[in-house]
């Protein structure tokens, strides 16, 4: 108000009251914006007048995010949004082309297709073990590296069966 006291919901304020209005976009959101009933939208240490009953409304926007995706050859990677709190996003596997929010709960797998292993499983450029959570802060970077690992193709009659080749080097 004009006299520098603050006022909360529910305050008497009298018609002519001068008040001045500051907000802020809470964690994960941006774009705050604020409107006063019968005057419209105010910035951030806007006055108005009072003239009548007035409501106060802000809103934001939760923050969004990118999500990339690299699974090098030989491995897959799955990513499962498990919840949305902030923005309500659909639940279920997600792709790098999907938005991500603030706040999202990310559940990651990472598997080895037939004849390769993981050498490295990674969420932004950091170890990251397989089937954790991962809770959405910032841009998501999901990657691994594999190697080829040694197969011998032995025909059973109908066709091919892959068997995996371990050499014993003695210790």
């Known amino acids: 108000t004009k006299d520098g006291s603050t006022i909360t ?5 009298y018609t002519g009251d001068v008040i001045q209005v500051w907000y802020n976009a809470s964690t994960g959101y941006t774009n705050a914006t604020c409107s006063v009933s019968s005057i419209g939208v105010i910035n951030n ?14 809103s934001a926007s939760v923050l969004s995010y990118s999500l990339s995706i690299n699974a090098e050859t030989g491995s897959t990677i799955t990513v499962n949004r498990t919840s949305s709190p902030l923005k309500g996003a659909a639940t279920g596997n997600i792709t790098s082309s999907d938005p991500i929010y603030y706040n999202d709960s990310l559940t990651i797998t990472f598997v080895a297709l037939p004849g390769y292993g993981l050498v490295t499983t990674t969420v932004n450029g950091s170890d990251f073990t397989s089937g954790n959570p991962h809770t959405v802060t910032d841009n998501v970077t999901v990657a691994t590296t594999t190697k080829q690992l040694g ?15 371990y050499i014993d080097n003695g210790s």
Do not use: E
């Open 151 to 165: 197969l011998v193709y032995i025909d059973n009659g109908s066709g091919f069966d892959a068997y995996l080749i």
């Open 45 to 58: 240490g806007g006055t108005f007048t009072v003239s009548t009953n007035h409501t106060i409304t802000t």
């Open 9 to 13: 919901s529910g305050s008497i304020v």
